[in-house]
T-cell receptor
Framework: AQSVAQPEDQVNVAEGNPLTVKCTYSVSGNPYLFWYVQYPNRGLQFLLK??????LVKGSYGFEAEFNKSQTSFHLKKPSALVSDSALYFCAVRGNYGNNRLAFGKGNQVVVIP | DAGVIQSPRHEVTEMGQEVTLRCKPISGHDYLFWYRQTMMRGLELLIY????????DSGMPEDRFSAKMPNASFSTLKIQPSEPRDSAVYFC??????????????FGPGTRLTVL
């Protein structure tokens, strides 16, 4: 069964500083990896995904993520955080075969301090 | 496209009452997912459909929960009877793709259910 670990409950970062949200995964076969963001009282919004190819994936709002197969990680990054990036971030994974079920992490609250 | 539409946005009911949550997926999407989100348990997949057929309902908590998808543009999640521990935000999501699809899911705004 696939699973995701997001080890930190909350990530605090000063506005303008680099932002990193960590994610490690476990899955059978090759992974399909996703990042979603959730703003208060809203549904999850898709940010980016890794399927195959270049290990560095670029997504919406200036976010990017790096796939590292040896470390089974898919950390989300942004070079310069904005106050508006404060939200809940979810990492998700599924294997490249089997059913279409995504495994989500517990989420990380990101707080960008002005 | 209007995105995934859910109704109602908020529902407050009393224990023992029947609750029906509704979802309209994005037109053309062939997968539909129902999730539940709570502080304690995070985001849980309850059930998902492919081409209106339930594929995996292993996340449905118990027999009080049932879900249907009578056509490609409508799905319901029903709780009967409801209990206070069912209080949560329920999300519907849809996606496009075949059996090995890697397409992202699009989420609705959610229904916040409170059972008193």
């Amino acid at each position: 069964a696939q699973s995701v670990a997001q080890p930190e409950d909350q990530v605090n970062v000063a506005e303008g500083n680099p932002l990193t949200v960590k994610c490690t995964y476990s899955v059978s076969g090759n992974p399909y990896l996703f990042w979603y963001v959730q703003y208060p009282n809203r549904g999850l919004q898709f940010l980016l995904k890794y399927i195959t190819g270049d290990n560095l994936v670029k997504g919406s709002y200036g976010f990017e993520a790096e796939f590292n197969k040896s470390q089974t990680s898919f950390h989300l990054k942004k070079p310069s955080a904005l106050v508006s990036d404060s939200a809940l971030y979810f990492c998700a994974v599924r294997g490249n075969y089997g059913n279409n079920r995504l495994a989500f992490g517990k989420g990380n609250q990101v707080v960008v301090i002005p | 496209d209007a995105g995934v539409i859910q109704s109602p946005r908020h529902e407050v009911t009393e224990m023992g009452q029947e609750v029906t949550l509704r979802c309209k997926p994005i037109s053309g999407h062939d997968y539909l997912f129902w999730y539940r989100q709570t502080m304690m348990r995070g985001l849980e997949l309850l059930i998902y459909f492919n081409n209106n057929v339930p594929i995996d309902d292993s996340g449905m908590p118990e027999d009080r929960f049932s879900a249907k998808m009578p056509n490609a543009s409508f799905s319901t999640l029903k709780i009967q009877p409801s209990e206070p521990r069912d209080s949560a935000v329920y999300f519907c999501a849809s996606s496009l793709g075949g059996g090995y699809s890697y397409n992202e899911q699009f989420f609705g705004p959610g229904t916040r259910l409170t059972v008193l």
